[in-house]
Structures are given as structure tokens and as C-alpha cells.
């Protein structure tokens, strides 16, 4: 991806959220190792998950129950041959030390066989953001969701 496409101006954490998955799944078109047909499934399944798209949710002043800071999505994939691998996405929400020169932000990450192939911040305005990811060594509470489903059947070969 061009550099200039990483980071983007948001005037909400929902369009943030949206923003950040379109940049994600942009991304995940540029992993050229993999099969289109299993990039284009992955990316189906990345915007169609309720819960990278309800990030935003738990951060509206409506909301009830805990807030989330970050969601990771795994895909492992599988070559025609055998070969494994794997695509990570990751949404976060970081509201930056006083000292940094950041500013309140939904970031986003994509890895591929643990490396980077992407990363950028979607800025936001002072004040929209009520709760970001915590400072180095203070611990989150994890919740699992399970599995996505497995899709085997392409015309290429593989799993994913």
C-alpha cells in the first residue's frame, strides 16, 4: 500500500471503525504469497464480522457493559500443497500518554506469517475517544469469540 493510504481523519470512532477495516482489507489485497480467491474470501469474512465493526459500539455514551480497546482476527490458510499461514488483523483504540506525540486514534494492523504488511491510525478528535488501550504492562481482560468458519472448497486449492 502507498504509505499516504495508512492513516486517515475521522469525525467518529464508528466511521474511524469503518475506515480502518476498508484500510485493512485494502491491505489484505496486497498479500500477493496467497491465492485471490482466499484473500477475497478473507476479506469477506473481515467485513462481514460483527465484531471488528462493533468496536465503536462500546464507545458510545449509550453503551453498557465493558468498553473494548482492541480486536484481533486470525485467518490461518492452508496452500493447495499443505503449506500453512496465517493473516492477522488487529483494531485498537489508543488514547496516547500525555508525552507522546500522537493523538486519540483507531489504529489498525495487518500481519502476514507474523509480519507486517500494514499499519496506520485513524485519527479522531480530542474528547471522542472515552477509554483507550492501556499503558505498557497493565494487563486486559480477554474475551474469546470462537472460530470462523472454514471454507474449503476453492477452485484453487487450499483452506482458509
Known amino acids: 500500500m502507498d504509505p499516504t493510504e495508512l492513516d486517515g481523519n475521522a ?6 471503525n469503518g475506515m480502518a477495516i476498508e484500510k485493512s482489507m485494502r491491505c489484505i ?5 496467497i491465492p485471490v480467491a482466499h484473500r477475497n474470501w478473507i476479506k469477506s469474512q473481515y467485513n462481514s464480522n460483527s465484531l471488528a465493526h462493533s468496536l465503536w459500539k462500546s464507545h458510545d455514551s449509550t453503551r ?4 473494548v ?11 493447495q500443497n499443505g503449506t500453512r499461514y496465517t493473516i492477522d488483523c488487529m483494531l485498537d483504540v ?10 486519540p486514534h483507531l489504529g489498525w494492523e495487518v500481519k502476514f506469517n507474523g509480519n507486517r504488511r500494514g ?18 504492562g497493565v494487563e486486559l481482560q480477554v474475551y474469546g469469540t470462537g472460530d470462523i468458519k472454514l ?10
Open 11 to 16: 469525525h467518529s470512532v464508528q466511521s474511524a
Open 29 to 33: 489485497d496486497t498479500i500477493y504469497e
Open 64 to 67: 453498557t457493559g465493558p468498553i
Open 69 to 79: 480497546v482492541e480486536i484481533n482476527t486470525r485467518f490461518d490458510g492452508k496452500w
Open 94 to 103: 489508543d488514547i496516547p500518554q500525555p508525552d507522546s506525540d500522537q493523538r
Open 119 to 136: 499499519l496506520g491510525h485513524i485519527w479522531v478528535p480530542e474528547g471522542v475517544i472515552q477509554l483507550g488501550r492501556p499503558k505498557p
Open 151 to 160: 471454507k474449503d472448497d476453492f477452485p484453487c486449492g487450499g483452506s482458509v
